[in-house]
């Protein structure tokens, strides 16, 4: 594709509900990252994926958090019982190598809201 | 851990004047250093990315400097125009890592 897409851009859920938020990166990327924005924070790194493997999951917050990739393309960013400090904007970026040298691309977000 | 801080956090400018963003950032073992802007609402959107060995880039308007000895970099901004106001982002990895740890941004504003 031309960029890399996100879905869905909004997102309202309540208070214990299970998430699923989708990313399809630039075709041909292989490195993937997850980032959360949350209102008046900076950017918050979540979890890196190198084709379908994930070695770096150090951001994910909590247990509650878990994320896949298939086909070395679209990735899932899956939010069980969310809480109200889940509220936040979830980015997605891609780039073509393992992103040492390389730039990343970023998708426009999903705004997630917990009630 | 890598720290990045960017100053200043906001400015306010009239459209011609010429600008400087600053980032600083704690480990120098680094292998890039990227500036971004981000419009409200929107993703980022890469404006300029320096590898470790490169002291500058440029691309129009705009031109960043990376001095790794001291751990900073500047974002010059020629000639501003309103379409400029946006919030710009630098992000370095730490070193060993190629996961970028970002600063919290300048938010620009260029009033006509």
């Known amino acids: 594709g031309a960029g890399v897409s996100q879905s869905p851009s909004n997102k309202v859920t309540e208070k214990g509900k299970d998430v699923e938020l989708r990313c399809d990166p630039i075709?041909?990327?292989?490195?993937l990252y997850w980032y959360r924005q949350s209102l008046g924070q900076g950017l918050e790194f979540l979890i890196y994926?190198?084709?379908?493997?994930?070695?770096?999951k150090s951001g994910l917050p909590s247990d509650r958090f878990s994320a896949e990739r298939t086909g070395g393309s679209v990735s899932t960013l899956t939010i069980q019982r969310t809480q109200q400090e889940d509220s936040a904007v979830y980015l997605c970026a891609s780039s073509s190598l393992a992103g040492r040298t390389d730039t990343q691309y970023f998708g426009p977000g999903t705004r997630l809201t917990v009630l | 851990k890598q720290e990045v801080t960017q100053i200043p956090a906001a400015l306010s400018v009239p459209e011609g004047e010429n600008l400087v963003l600053n980032c600083s950032f704690t480990?120098?073992?680094?292998?890039?250093l990227q500036w971004f802007r981000q419009d409200p609402g929107k993703g980022l959107t890469s404006l300029l990315l320096i590898q470790s060995s490169q002291r500058e880039q440029t691309s129009g308007r705009l031109n960043a400097s990376l001095d790794k000895s001291s751990g900073r970099s500047t974002l010059y901004i020629a000639a501003s125009q309103p379409g400029d106001s946006a919030t710009y982002l630098c992000a370095v990895p730490s070193g060993g890592s190629y996961i970028p740890t970002f600063g919290r941004g300048t938010s620009l504003i260029v009033h006509p």
């Open positions: 480990d120098s073992a680094i292998y890039n």
């Open positions: 994926f190198q084709g379908n493997s994930a070695p770096d």
């Open positions: 075709s041909g990327h292989t490195a």
